[in-house]
């Protein structure tokens, strides 16, 4: 069959050819990838001794730094909001935010949200894939893109790569072809508890007389394309030898993330290729640093003398006498040390500026005497990248939240009956105030006529009633749901990014302002974009004018 040749002398081009960038620069998106595992699992391409038997030692300078840019991105679920321009779907979006976090952990989509943030920095570009009714985040090592230099997987064929074993061949016996014939060409292997399979799905373009053939029909225009899902499956691993699976598709099953910017090919700088040659250079110098300090830390004498014990400090005991003329100890301090040292601190200094992890960032302690407002400000300069990543991040999540999860959530929505809301949420104030809204409204002709203060006293009074109940029962109904997953949206960016920029800002005016109540007012502001709640905070009450003394003696009765 056409498409089983097909497959397989594209994954020997993948494993074994280069695509040119540019004139002189060869690149293999395998060959980049293996160096990036054996960087991760902090493995040498060569093992862990040289050649002389030395053990070589892994510094590892990475990893620190992917931690503090993940820590610095601070993307959390409480940043998706669900929104909408339609009036009518304020007391839904209330109840379906309310069920959100709760269902992200649950299901645990929140997880793999996070998973995909700590990809996108180690790799630089994260892969979501639907599955069914969810999505999973790809392996980018067992992910081919075929068209290497492609800007976007659009643009290209790709093929994934996965191991499975006879029972998970079996739970696809209703659904692909072939799978028996397949599972008979297993080979016993006593280094393996149990048979693998090697499963391999390619989406892209084939022509329609090879979809035809893999159809089983006959016909077929050769030069006319058509996008399909093709599965096929094999013993040896590269080489399939059985189609399990095709099928047309309408569109690829892929949304993509990219930390940096298109340099010519598919797969963008992430901090372990940043850091390849760092890396490298910082292991050099560790492993120099070792082997110099433990031949610098043997004492060794000399002596013309041949009579003189051979070993000093064994063959000698305790107020022995050695006699001779030109016994000195042969000087062992290891030469370049200091060299070494510097060239190890220009290093990180390079390391930190590639990936933007400077003490202020990182939170190590500052050089004494930094002043606090060049701090403040070193951070806040620091972060505009973080925020920057964190936006691009969010365009692409915010498509695999709308197209992909929030689906799910009103499936999951409109299979409940009730829902519970409490304090904790942060949602059940204003769902009380929503509540209290609809009920000042029904019963606004039983009340006597009466003005705006009077109004807002009595549903101040009806909210402290409601308030005493620190949850409540929400009664969903089955058809509140028809038409609301078309006008929502999706939030992700807003201030919640720009958090750290906006308080420096409060904190810059509220130095320069000398009106005592607009510099309170500024400092609110600030307290309540930290999410403190002043109104429970202890106020000084406001001074009362007092009357002269000769004025009360004229007031007072005869």
Known sequence: MKILSQIRSELESFKNSEVEICNGYNYSQYKLCRRIMLYKNQTFPSGKFDSQGNYKYWFDIISPRIDSEIKNIDFDTKDIVLASDNQEDSGKLLIANARLKDFLRETGEAAKLNEGIERGSEWGNVVWKKVKESYKVMDLNNLLVLNQIAETLE????????????ADLRKKIDIWENVEKLIDCSKIDLNKSAPEYYVYERNGEISQKDYYEAKGKTGGDEKKYILAKVIVGGIEN????ELLFCEELSKKPYKEYH?????????????????????????????????????????????????????????????????????????????????????????????????????????ENLPSGTPFSLAALQNTNANKLFDFIREKLAISLQEVIEDWILPMLIKDLKASDVIKLTGDSGILTRYYEMVIDDWYVANLLAFPPHGPEEAAALKQAKMEELMRNKETIVTLERDMWKGFLPRVIVSITGENYNLMSELETLKTFITLEQDPQRRTALIEIAMQKKGLDIAKLPKTPPMQPQMPQQGQQQMQPA
């Open 155 to 166: 643009d290209s064929d790709v093929i994934e790569k996965e191991i499975m074993y006879s």
């Open 259 to 363: 930390r940096g910017k298109y340099s010519g090919r598919w797969m963008r700088l992430g901090l372990y290729e940043a850091l390849f040659d760092v890396q490298t250079r910082a292991n050099e110098i560790g492993n120099q640093i070792a082997r110099g300090l433990e031949w610098s830390s043997k004492t060794i004498f000399r002596s013309s003398d041949t009579v003189i014990a051979q070993n000093i400090l064994t063959d000698l005991q305790n107020g022995d006498i050695v006699k001779s003329t030109d016994l000195t100890q042969v000087n062992t301090r290891m030469e370049g040390f200091d060299q070494l040292i510097a060239d190890w601190n220009r290093l990180m200094t390079i390391a930190d500026k590639i990936a933007n992890a400077y003490e202020v960032v990182t939170g």
């Open 238 to 241: 590269d080489a399939p030898t």
